[in-house]
């Protein structure tokens, strides 16, 4: 949990409202689901090709679904995230968006 100063110094105000809003836009992740259908190279090409992961974090992401079940691919807002989701079940790969805790 953050702490909150009040302060004359605008400069100061704006990197707490800038921290705040960085922590209420990454609510969501974007996750992706294992299943027995999908190559990891379809899996890794669709991460980097619509999430924007190098293939390294492409490629991690994938072993983490596999062996998890499902894994966070990327943190954001909902506005962000759900076209990525939409975009990655459109080429057959389960994924949803899910608000964190």
């Known amino acids: 949990m953050s702490d909150f100063y009040f302060?004359?110094?605008p400069q100061t105000w704006e990197a707490t409202d800038?921290?705040?809003d960085t922590a209420i836009a990454d609510t969501y992740s974007l996750v992706v689901w294992n299943d027995e259908v999908?190559?990891?190279e379809w899996v890794i090409e669709?991460?980097?090709e619509v999430c924007g992961h190098s293939l390294e974090q492409a490629e991690q992401c994938a072993l983490f679904v596999h062996h998890k079940g499902k894994y966070a691919v990327k943190k954001g807002d909902y506005d962000?995230?759900?076209p990525m989701c939409n975009s990655i079940t459109d080429r057959g790969i389960g994924a949803?968006?899910?608000q964190n805790n």
Do not use: D, G, I, R
């Open 7 to 9: 302060s004359n110094n």
């Open 18 to 20: 800038s921290a705040t």
């Open 38 to 40: 999908n190559t990891f």
């Open 46 to 48: 669709t991460l980097m």
């Open 80 to 82: 962000t995230l759900k």
């Open 96 to 98: 949803t968006v899910e």
